[in-house]
Nanobody
Framework: QLQLVESGGGLVQPGGSLKLSCEGT????????IGWFRQAPGKEREGVAC????????DYADSLKGRFTISRDSAKNTVYLQIHSLKPEDTAVYSC?????????????????WGQGTQVIVSS
């Protein structure tokens, strides 16, 4: 059964770091582009980072470059999102998704399978 499961969210103080995980089951993540999205309360879902299939290059939302790092661990069939220097405005539900194409994109309509999301709260 195809499934994406996120983990690693939680409550963190401003300036802190988190590493989110997206584990896939039922398919091989390396064969697909994988994207991370987030949705804050009352806001539209936005693309954060994505990585193309089979060792392809990562890409990041322009406004978030420098604080986010997306990576793969093929052996664990997992994609990670490392977030540094967290800000209160990073508070959101973070979800990963499987892309329909090998090259990554930030349009949610190019993704066909989604995880349930993991909550990140940045607060002192």
């Amino acid at each position: 059964q195809l499934q994406l499961v996120e983990s690693g969210g939680g409550l963190v103080q401003p300036g802190g770091s988190l590493k989110l995980s997206c584990e896939g089951t039922g398919f091989i993540l390396d064969y697909y582009s994988i994207g991370w999205f987030r949705q804050a309360p009352g806001k539209e879902r936005e693309g954060v980072a994505c990585i193309s299939a089979s060792g392809g290059s990562p890409d990041y939302a322009d406004s978030l470059k420098g604080r986010f790092t997306i990576s793969r661990d093929s052996a664990k069939n997992t994609v990670y999102l490392q977030i540094h220097s967290l800000k209160p405005e990073d508070t959101a539900v973070y979800s990963c998704a499987r892309g329909q194409y090998r090259l990554c994109a930030f349009s949610q309509y190019e993704y066909d399978a989604w995880g349930q999301g993991t909550q990140v709260i940045v607060s002192s």
